[in-house]
């Protein structure tokens, strides 16, 4: 067998497991998810895919900035907060507060909402994904962790929202500079990105999704995948 892993590796205590299962065949959502294990059994990098008509595309520049996840330190919402505030665009917030990060959202986030740019809904539905992302002017991924693969760029690209996101984990792998988005490096960087964004296509991100990450494609991945791995234990075992 073959196991996908998708969370964060860098756990100190998820070492010595691998360690001890070194033989174990995985598969990695993103090249940049196995640095802190790089020495594991990875057969394989297979990106997350979306059925492809699960997203209609909108074409027309939105008029808000779009935050879509969860209110954590890691997510960095408070960057997005002040990207909005610097640029003048008013900025959409659709995130979940999980228990262990109430404390977080009621002493650092929750002040900050009180900007008259920022509109906190709470969180939103997967059929209110859709006119969320696709009527944005742009999503903001402005994290500060190793992301494994971020599935919400590949969402707004379906919808045709192009991404200003901060450069960490598998963001230069999933998104692509210039044609989805801008991947930026701080604050300053962000807020030019944020002025650039009618230089590109919505038409591009919906395509670049259509080309690279549907669920399909991630199909066509795991097959390939196993055709190899039988292929491999056959010639092993005609070795044997």
């Known amino acids: 067998g073959v196991t996908t892993v998708h969370g964060r590796l860098d756990i100190p205590d998820l070492i010595p497991l691998y360690q001890e299962f070194k033989e174990m065949p995985v598969v990695s959502i993103s090249n940049a998810q196995r640095e802190p294990i790089y020495w594991a059994n990875w057969q394989a990098t297979v990106y997350h895919g979306l059925p492809e008509n699960l997203y209609k595309f909108y074409p027309e ?8 996840g969860r209110i954590s330190p890691e997510k960095r919402v408070d960057r997005a907060i002040e990207i909005a505030k610097r640029v003048g665009i008013p900025l959409k917030i659709a995130a979940k507060v999980d228990r262990v990060n109430q404390d977080y959202y009621e002493g650092v986030i929750e002040p900050l909402l009180r900007d008259p740019l920022v509109e906190y809904i709470g969180e939103i539905g997967e059929g209110e994904k859709e006119e969320f992302l696709g009527k944005a002017y742009a999503l903001l991924f402005p994290i500060d962790w190793p992301e494994p693969f971020g599935l919400v760029m590949i969402e707004a690209m379906a919808c045709g ?21 801008f991947i930026v490096t701080g604050l300053e960087d962000a807020i030019d990105a944020a002025r650039r964004i009618p230089e590109l296509s919505r038409k591009r991100c919906r395509e670049i999704f259509e080309q690279r990450f549907t669920a399909t494609r991630m199909a ?16 092993y075992n005609k070795i044997v």
């Open 61 to 68: 520049h939105g008029s808000y900035f779009a935050f879509l």
């Open 220 to 235: 066509q991945d795991y097959l390939t995948l196993y055709e190899r791995l039988i292929n491999e234990a056959k010639n």
């Open 161 to 181: 929202a192009p991404i200003i996101a901060y450069r960490h984990g598998s963001v230069p792998e999933v998104m692509e500079e210039g044609h989805t988005g």
